[in-house]
Each structure stands twice: as C-alpha cells, then as structure tokens.
C-alpha cells in the first residue's frame, strides 16, 4: 500500500505548495473583503474579484497547475485518488485556493458526473466550460421537507410529458447556486413512485439555471453569514420544463451516478479539511511564540504544549486515515472504499474542528473576529459535517460493515 508522494506529484506539490503561501492565500483576504464593498449584489464580482482570481488563474495554467481532479481517467494529468489527495490538502489551505486551480467543489463532483456519465451534447454544452473555469455549477440534492441525509426520501418531482420532463419543488442548501456564473445544475429528482424498488426511484438531471420556472427563493445562512458569492440557496421549481436528452445515465439510475460522484468528492473535502487543520496549527504555534501573558510566551502557559502536541498526532491520524480510503478507492472497489470514506468523513472534519478551536483560544479575542481567518475556517469545517451525509450516517455505515462479519 503505497501512501507517499509519487514522484509525479513531487514538483507539482511543490509549484502549488509555493504558490497557495507566496500568493493565493494573501490574495485571499483581499478577494473575501471584496464582497458587497461597493453596496452592490453580494453574489456578483467586483471587478478587483474578477482580477484577483483571472490573474492567479492565469499563472496556474501557465505553470500547468489545472484540473488535477479527475482521477483514473485518460483525460487531465491521470493521477489516482492517493495523488490528487496529496494536492487537495494544499489546495484547501484557504478558499480561494481550489477555485485557482479548477479544483473547486460542487464544480469537480459535477464535471466527473458529466465526463462519465453525460451524453456528447452533455460534455459540449456544459463540460467543456466548466474544464475552462468559463462557468460554475451547483449540485441540488437536498431539500427542506424530508430527511434528505435518506437521500430515497427525496420527492422532487420530474414527469415525463410528451419531450420533456417537468419539475416541480423544491431544493435547499444548493452549494454554489448563488454564484451569478453558475449556469448549470446537476439535479436529483423522483421519478418513478413508491412501488418501484427505493434505489429505483431516482433519476439525475443536467438542468440549464436559467430555465423559465426556477425561482432563488433565499441563500441559507451558515452561522449568520449567506456565505457569498458562492452561497447556499433555496431553490424553488414550479412547472420547469427540460427535454428528454437532460437525462444522466438512464431512468431510475439517480443513486448510481450519486455515489459515482460523491465517493471521491467525500476525499477531496477531507484532504482540504486536513488542509485547513495545518494552517490552524501554523497559527497557533506562531501566536503561542509571539504573544507573552504573565511574563512567558503563551507556548508555556498551562497545558499548550500538550495541545499542540495533540494537534499535531491527530492531524497526522487523520491524513493516514484519509490516505487509505484514497487508497482503497484506486483500487476500483467502490463498495470497499465506501466504509473507509464514511470513516474519514467523520474523523477529518472533527479533527480540523479541535485544532482551529485550539488555535482560536491560543489567539484570544481575535481568534473570533475577522482579523484571523479561524472563525470562517470554523464555520466551513463544522458546515462539512453536514456536507455529503451527517456524522451519524457515516458512523451508521461503519458500523454495519463491523458488524456485519459478526453476523454471519
């Protein structure tokens, strides 16, 4: 079992690793204080936006840092799960990292969904945009009248009538939808009623986001914020008419294309969140050097040494635990992969959870304010344990592959 960094990846790491601390993160702050500076729409650039992020773009391709995310496939750089997580983790260091490099989510789960499993006109129309960063997309799934972490609970409702299927309802917690250049959704609706098989019900959609009848109802806060641009938002569907060809895959294979798409994603979220507990422990380590209390830096104060300690043991765990799900993906085995991924989905976000909290107490006051970027990287890391199934699923299907051997 091979973790390590192959030597493909070695100067890639390297080039991003170089330009994530020399550029994008300091970019960062500015890109993010952007947002509504000129009173205007929150979810619309700036012009100084725009600059920020084509001209760091601009250098990434340049550099040959682009689309690293489309993994065991003939196109983009062909590296496995293991490689691309490598790079995932640096890339995640802040949030305008991945964008840089069009490695950014919903938009990487979205084009692997339109690269295996889309049509010619589907890759024409949509896919070869979104490879060029010229569009974003959002993936909608989840929807505010049933559980939907039991995504065979969803009731989207898509009709076939006559050419064209018909949607009706609603949508929440559609990532991304809010970014004015997302111009395409991949959609879950259901499609067949309660008799057929509940993995049979399902179908998955590509649908155009300016289609008459979809109506922004609201953008979802996270912890008082509406998390613009990208933004979280409400979607409702009233009478949103598609044709046929919008179909993915076929009628009723909705779940197939899901977990096709949300198996690797589910790695990628936990190697930027690893990511994220890496600067933390940067920022925590520096501040307790730097800052004296009661005539000693912070580093000697109480138990701080035990907990940067722990940080740092927890933050490796996590990245080994991460590695090998990677690992058992490239091995072609979904189905072997998935407890392994559902482990990592719990353990990386609430490991980045503890260290950043950590790093906040170190920092004092400003730790929660918007002179450190902590209490955003919080706020991200604890929306994660929601993102792509909640803790206590992930924990359910770890448990039930356990036990299963018991079983028999």
């Not at 925590?284 to 000697?300: D, I, Y």
């Not at 353990?347 to 929660?368: F, R, S, T, W, Y």
Request: hydrophobic fraction near 40%; proline fraction near 5%; charged fraction near 25%.
């Amino acid at each position: 079992m091979d973790l390590g960094i192959s030597d493909k990846v070695k100067p890639l790491l390297a080039k991003i690793t170089k330009m994530m601390q020399e550029e994008i993160i300091p970019a960062d702050v500015e890109f993010h204080h952007e947002i509504g500076k000129d009173g205007g729409d929150r979810f619309a650039f700036t012009p100084r936006q725009t600059e920020i992020l084509e001209t760091l773009q601009a250098k990434a391709r340049k550099e040959g840092l682009w689309n690293f995310w489309l993994t065991n496939s003939d196109h983009g750089y062909g590296l496995n799960t293991v490689e691309y997580a490598h790079l995932a983790e640096q890339m995640g260091w802040c949030a305008l990292g991945p964008q840089v490099f069009n490695c950014a989510a919903p938009d990487t789960g979205n084009m692997e969904v339109l690269e295996r499993y889309g049509t010619q006109e589907h890759k024409d129309k949509w896919l070869a945009p979104l490879l060029e960063h010229e569009i974003r997309s959002a993936y909608l799934m989840t929807e505010p009248d049933v559980a939907s972490s039991d995504a065979t609970n969803l009731e989207f409702d898509a009709r076939l009538d006559g050419d064209d299927w018909v949607f009706n309802g609603e949508k929440y917690w559609s990532s991304g939808a809010g970014d004015h250049r997302c111009k395409v959704y991949i959609l879950m609706a259901k499609t067949a009623g309660d008799e057929a098989p509940r993995h049979s019900r399902h179908s998955m959609f590509v649908v155009p986001a300016d289609a008459p009848g979809i109506k922004m109802l609201r953008a979802m806060q996270v912890f008082g914020q509406d998390d613009a641009p990208h933004g979280h938002m409400h979607i409702r569907f009233e009478d949103v008419r598609v044709p046929k060809s919008a179909l993915l895959l076929g009628e009723g294979r909705g779940f197939e294309v899901s977990q096709g798409r949300l198996g690797p994603g589910r790695i990628h979220h936990c190697m930027r969140a690893i990511g994220q507990a890496e600067r933390a422990l940067k920022l925590m380590c520096e501040r307790s050097l730097s800052r004296v209390a009661f005539g000693k830096p912070l580093a000697k104060l109480g138990a701080n040494y035990d907990i940067i300690a722990e940080c740092r043991i927890e933050i490796e765990q996590a990245r080994l635990l991460c590695l090998k799900a990677a690992w058992m993906m490239d091995q072609g085995d979904p189905a072997a992969a998935a407890p392994w991924i559902s482990q990592i989905k719990v353990a990386a976000p609430n490991m980045a959870l503890k260290v950043i909290d950590e790093a906040m107490q170190m920092h004092g006051g400003i730790g929660i304010s918007q002179d450190t970027p902590l209490a955003e990287m919080y706020a991200q890391m604890r929306t994660l344990r929601f993102a792509d199934g909640p803790d206590a699923v992930h924990r359910m299907q770890v448990a039930r592959k356990e036990l299963a051997a018991y079983r028999k």
